[in-house]
């Protein structure tokens, strides 16, 4: 059976080489602590992990950033990327090298703070404005019902006090500049339905009820590693999720996939092809691990990507991204 999930195999069958296009994004997981332990998540995240990224290899990523001015783009991610020491630090010098910074923000995390330390974080949403971060947040659906069997009871009415929030200092208002976009994931082994139709029934749904607003709204699939694997296994559903991605291939969302055009970084500074290979411990091919401490721009331009079959998620029906569908 595990043949049948072979990416590669489908890739030559397509005759697609996904070779790297560019790095333009430095996507660094800063930490795997987070005050929420959501259903889906990909990272194992929880208010239980310690991992956190030191000081040292937070100045070596700057250093990447400026010596590479192809990388136009940081973006931080955890965990709640919020927790970690230095993510004040981090967002500030980047945007001195006048680099764009996007941090995935999970909403709750500004009102429940460090569950470790009990530190606020109430003041994210001026600290986001200030800085002109963009702020991707996830939102699974405009109704409590299914937000709270995902991410948690209470999740929905705390991420919509903290949309409001955002909105207040003019994230997601027309014409401020302050982007505030959303990611919606299903509820369970499904694939995403349209872009375009859910960014209008979400927006349509959170202004009437709430008055709340935002930009755009990405569409992501859920991947069949770690929890969500684990759920599938013990439902007897992977090999239908499996079967159900593997038949929804997309050739031409295969070759928009963000491992083209993405590096990600590690909380301890390995350097992977994608964030899911990284929270499988795919690390870059070839020799001795990759790290920010190692890095080199044309040698990593000149890598294979590492694909496996989880790869099906990013590339079945409109495809998977951190920007949402690719095709």
Known sequence: MASDYDFQAVLDKYHLDLQP????TLQVNVTKLCNQACHHCHVDASPRRTEQMDK?????CLEILEQNPAIQKLDLTGGAPELNPYFDYFVKEARKRGKYVMVRHNLTVTLDGNPQTGESKEYLPEFF?????????????????????QRGKGVFQKSLESIGRLNRMGYGVEGSG???NLVY?????????????????????????????FNRLYTLTNMPI???????????GYGDYMEKLVNAFNPAAAQGVMCR????????????????????EMGIGGRGPWT???FNFQKLMARRILFASHCFGCTAGAGSSCGGATA
């Open 56 to 60: 040292a290899t937070v100045e070596k």
């Open 226 to 236: 770690h929890r969500f694997k684990t759920q599938l296994q013990q439902l007897h």
């Open 178 to 180: 302050l982007i505030l």
């Open 292 to 294: 920010v401490f190692n």
């Open 261 to 280: 055009s993405l590096l990600s970084v590690g909380w301890d500074g390995r350097l992977y092809d994608c964030d899911f290979n990284q929270m499988l």
């Open 21 to 24: 296009l560019s790095i333009e």
């Open 129 to 149: 404005a200030e800085n002109q971060v963009e702020v991707i947040s996830s939102l699974p659906y405009f109704q409590e019902y299914f937000t709270d069997k």
């Open 185 to 213: 994931n299903p509820v369970g082994a499904f694939l995403p339905a349209p872009q375009a139709d859910l960014e209008r029934q979400f927006k349509q749904e959170l202004k009437a009820k709430y008055g709340l607003v």
